[in-house]
């Protein structure tokens, strides 16, 4: 039985809040190292940058909470961009973004269903499978597309490149700050996902495969089902998410979003995902998605080069995993578990 005292010490002490102070911590040391990062700039962005990194990172989480782990996506999004561009180039297809957006939500609904396969009917490790199915869509991307780099984008897909939410303009320097209206899509997606992993019995499906597979299947869920949705909903994330890459970035080649898997894991277990399966929520996911975007983009502030990116990102992974090693062993003294 826990006191009042002890639910308000956890709570001060839960992974959401401890993310809360490092973010906290880190942007008063850039602040007094650089002023101007206290602006309406670096919310612009923070925003902009954290779009694709956001939704990869809530596909993901979806998976790991249903007992799984999908490192396809990078792969599978670098399918999904490149191949309605080709389509583009070659002049097959309109010039509509529902089109395109549509082509490659049905290329990660594809990969969906290959990972769905491997891991709910053969039984295959989600490691094993997903890996299998990265090495596939990469390669076989390359071997029947070649590796022509498209920096152009349709008039459909430039239109929407050009429609802001808004624009900051800064008063020092003059420097316009667009503020793409994209932005709402990890929104809406963050929004949709914390209301169906909370109040739906999908959402407890998933959370209950992710805990115990025996014990969801008796109490009447349909293991093989969930494991098909959450590896579905990955991919059309994905690929989703790969077109909206394009479009900010005018760029789409074979291998743009590879070696991205690292990060996204990254945010997901420092924002309380649990490599097991069974524990993780949306807002978690969020704090620990600005917290790596944070670091990624403004390590030049504290005076950090940017090359010790990848380890500082690592450092985080290591010190997420810590944490949330920590926090449900002191969950299991108190019988919350």
């Known amino acids: 039985m826990t006191t009042k005292s002890q639910k308000l010490k956890m709570a001060l002490t839960s992974t959401p809040m401890i993310l809360i102070y490092v973010m906290v911590i880190f942007c008063v040391v850039a602040a007094i190292r650089q002023p101007s990062f206290l602006s309406p700039a670096t919310v612009v962005n923070l925003a902009r940058a954290s779009i694709f990194t956001m ?7 979806v998976v790991i909470i249903s007992g799984g782990i999908d490192v396809s996506f ?3 999004g670098c399918v999904a961009m490149y191949v309605p561009m080709y389509l583009n180039y070659n002049g097959i297809g309109p010039d509509n973004v529902f089109f395109f957006f549509g082509i490659a ?12 396969i491997l891991v709910s009917c053969l039984k295959l490790p989600p490691l094993i499978a997903t890996l299998a199915t990265s090495s ?17 984008l349709p008039d459909s897909l430039e239109a929407l490149y050009a429609t802001n939410l808004l624009t900051y303009t800064s008063p020092d320097t003059g420097f316009t700050y667009p503020l793409t209206i994209l932005v709402l899509v990890p929104v809406l997606l963050c929004v949709v996902v914390a209301i ?12 209950a495969i992710g ?3 025996n014990a969801a299947r008796i109490a009447g869920f349909n293991v093989r089902l969930l494991q098909f949705f959450a590896y579905i909903f990955c991919g059309v994330v994905a690929g989703a998410t790969a077109m909206i890459y394009t ?7 074979t291998t743009a979003l590879m070696g991205e898997e690292m990060i996204i894991i990254a945010a997901c277990v420092v924002g309380g995902c649990r490599l097991t399966g069974g524990h993780g929520n949306v807002g978690g996911t969020v704090l620990g998605v600005l917290l ?33 090693s920590v926090q449900a062993k002191r969950q299991a003294r108190l019988g919350k578990i």
């Not at 939500?105 to 769905?116: A, H, R």
């Not at 169906?196 to 959370?207: E, I």
């Not at 502030?301 to 380890?311: A, S």
Request: charged share 5%; net charge positive.
């Open 74 to 76: 990078p792969a599978v």
């Open 105 to 116: 939500m049905l290329i990660g609904l594809f990969f969906g269903v290959i990972n769905g």
């Open 196 to 207: 169906v992993m909370r109040y739906t019995m999908l959402g407890r499906g998933l959370y």
């Open 211 to 213: 805990g115990d597979k």
């Open 136 to 152: 596939i869509a990469s390669g076989g991307l390359i071997m029947l597309l070649g590796t022509r780099e498209f920096t152009s």
């Open 247 to 253: 479009t900010l970035m005018h760029s789409s080649t």
């Open 292 to 324: 790596i975007t944070l670091v990624q983009n403004n390590l030049n502030m504290l005076g950090i080069p940017t090359c010790w990116q990848t380890f500082a990102v690592g450092l985080i992974l290591l010190l997420g995993s810590v944490l949330t």
């Open 55 to 61: 939704c990869f990172a809530i596909c993901e989480m």
